[in-house]
């Protein structure tokens, strides 16, 4: 994982910085496909990104991936220097701000979180949680919502944590809470930034398969550079 993780922070590193903006008379290049999912628990978000991921043809980071990176960017001072670095000149007055704070050591952990979420934005890719929605630019994110019931999520997650449902319920509640209370911790952070989406799509409806469809028809309407699907 070591090895691994190390490569994917030197492809985040290495990759160009965000362009500026042009003139208004020049034709804009279409953007690198970054896309943020934000998700009730049980609605098949994992499923969703995975497929999504491999259809821009972009890097999948999970929660458990991006705090293999945070780990081991930090035991590399070089990496953790080009992090920094990028940072200051990606982020606006507000970023500075929370990142020049004191905290705790879990504070300490969610800066560098952000620092390398938003290094992951000039090489693109799909981010599934940890406020990536908020952190990240809005003008060169596109910003998913996954939704389902309670019924359908509680079921989900009953027959994929073999549980019963009445414990399921708990679980989803409780990790959603979490994840509410994650975001307004955010938002205080990140006053300037908005917190809607793009698109939400509801995973009782719609298959994950087809979640990918909606989403990448709706990136390619503004602007985003889809891959060409490969010809059978």
Do not use: W
Request: charged letters at 30%; one cysteine or more.
């Amino acid at each position: 994982m070591a090895n691994d993780t190390l490569k994917i922070i030197q492809s985040i590193v290495g990759a160009d910085l965000y362009a500026t903006k042009t003139s208004s008379d020049t034709k804009l290049p279409a953007k690198t496909p970054l896309v943020t999912i934000s998700r009730f628990y049980g609605a098949r978000s994992g499923d969703v990104s995975r497929l999504l991921a491999e259809r821009l043809g972009v890097q999948f980071y999970d929660k458990e991936l991006l705090k293999a990176i945070v780990k081991d960017a930090k035991a590399d001072k070089h990496l953790l220097s080009r992090l920094d670095e990028r940072v200051s000149s990606l982020a606006n007055e507000f970023v500075h701000s929370f990142f020049s704070k004191k905290s705790t050591n879990r504070d300490s952990f969610l800066r560098y979180m952000a620092k390398v979420i938003l290094n992951i934005g000039p090489s693109g890719g799909v981010i599934i949680g940890r406020g990536a929605h908020i952190i990240l630019p809005e003008d060169k994110t596109f910003r998913v919502r996954l939704e389902g019931s309670m019924k359908a999520c509680v079921k989900r997650i009953a027959e994929r944590k073999s549980v019963k449902k009445s414990k399921a319920e708990k679980m989803i509640k409780k990790i959603n809470k979490e994840r509410m209370n994650f975001q307004k911790d955010l938002q205080k952070r990140y006053p300037s930034r908005i917190d809607g989406y793009d698109i939400t799509l509801n995973t009782d409806t719609f298959s994950p398969e087809q979640c990918v469809d909606i989403i990448t028809d709706a990136m390619d309407k503004v602007g985003f550079k889809i891959p060409q699907r490969p010809k059978k």
